[in-house]
């Protein structure tokens, strides 16, 4: 009887499966990202495969926007999937940001807090990729979830540690050697890294407004 009903009503789209994706492209830009930073593997490799996960992630983002528009069932409210994806896509956009002033400043000789800024970049992109497929049980899941996005908060606060801290030691070797171009150039790489933890953080704030709210 309801056959031609059910014919009508877009299926749900699988949201986690793409969530899930995008996680696994921006934690391998992250990881490519960290690499560059520490000086392994081939630079210009590195910077080409940030750029690949970069697009990929791109892709990833159009799908979830395109499936919010023509899926009648969706699993939380449409401007929490929107809110999530776009914060997700704007890690990955950062990572790239940071990889391309690598690039156009050829820039090779990073700070040991650079290095630091990179791995706890790493490790708060494990914790969301960690804490995406636990959206599929939100009730059930809610503890961990904000267990989740508090470690990733304190992450970012640890980076902004850290990006003060080289930003102050890279004043006092401009100061010391004379040289500005240096310091400025210095200066770009922290900004760009500081800029990647501001955009989990606002992952980590996406995925609790959504524990807080279906919890």
Same mark, same amino acid.
């Given at each position: 009887m309801?056959d031609?009903?059910?014919?009508?009503?877009?299926?749900?789209?699988?949201?986690?499966?793409?969530?899930?994706?995008?996680?696994?492209?921006?934690?391998?830009?992250?990881?490519?990202?960290?690499?560059?930073?520490r000086?392994?593997?081939?630079?210009?490799?590195?910077?080409?495969a940030?750029?690949?996960?970069e697009?990929?992630?791109?892709d990833?983002?159009?799908?979830?926007?395109?499936?919010?528009?023509?899926?009648f069932?969706?699993?939380f409210?449409?401007?929490a999937?929107?809110?999530?994806?776009?914060?997700?896509?704007?890690?990955?956009?950062?990572i790239?940001?940071?990889?391309?002033?690598?690039?156009?400043?050829?820039f090779?000789?990073?700070?040991?807090?650079?290095?630091?800024?990179?791995?706890?970049?790493?490790?708060a992109?494990?914790?969301i990729d960690?804490?995406?497929?636990?959206?599929?049980d939100?009730?059930?899941?809610?503890?961990?979830?904000?267990?989740?996005?508090?470690?990733?908060v304190?992450?970012?606060g %640890?980076?902004?540690i850290v990006? #003060?801290?080289?930003?102050? =030691?890279?004043?006092?070797? &401009? /100061?010391?050697?004379?040289n500005? $171009?240096?310091?400025?150039?210095?200066? %770009?790489?922290?900004?760009?890294? #500081?800029?990647?933890?501001? =955009?989990?953080e606002?992952v &980590? /704030?996406?995925?609790?407004?959504? $524990?807080?709210d279906y919890?």
């Amino acid at each position: 009887m309801f056959d031609w009903f059910r014919r009508l009503v877009p299926k749900s789209a699988d949201f986690f499966i793409l969530f899930e994706r995008h996680s696994a492209s921006t934690v391998a830009a992250a990881e490519a990202l960290s690499k560059l930073v520490r000086g392994e593997g081939e630079h210009a490799a590195l910077v080409a495969a940030i750029r690949d996960h970069e697009h990929d992630a791109d892709d990833v983002t159009r799908e979830v926007l395109t499936q919010v528009r023509q899926t009648f069932l969706t699993p939380f409210d449409r401007g929490a999937i929107i809110g999530l994806i776009a914060a997700m896509d704007d890690v990955t956009d950062e990572i790239q940001s940071c990889a391309s002033a690598i690039e156009t400043y050829d820039f090779k000789d990073f700070a040991p807090d650079m290095q630091e800024m990179a791995a706890h970049i790493c490790r708060a992109l494990h914790k969301i990729d960690e804490a995406l497929p636990l959206l599929r049980d939100v009730p059930r899941n809610g503890s961990k979830l904000h267990d989740l996005t508090g470690e990733i908060v304190r992450a970012e606060g %640890e980076v902004d540690i850290v990006h #003060e801290r080289g930003l102050k =030691a890279n004043f006092a070797a &401009a /100061n010391a050697n004379g040289n500005t $171009v240096q310091f400025i150039v210095n200066r %770009e790489i922290f900004k760009h890294l #500081e800029k990647v933890a501001d =955009a989990f953080e606002d992952v &980590a /704030n996406q995925i609790d407004g959504i $524990v807080i709210d279906y919890a």
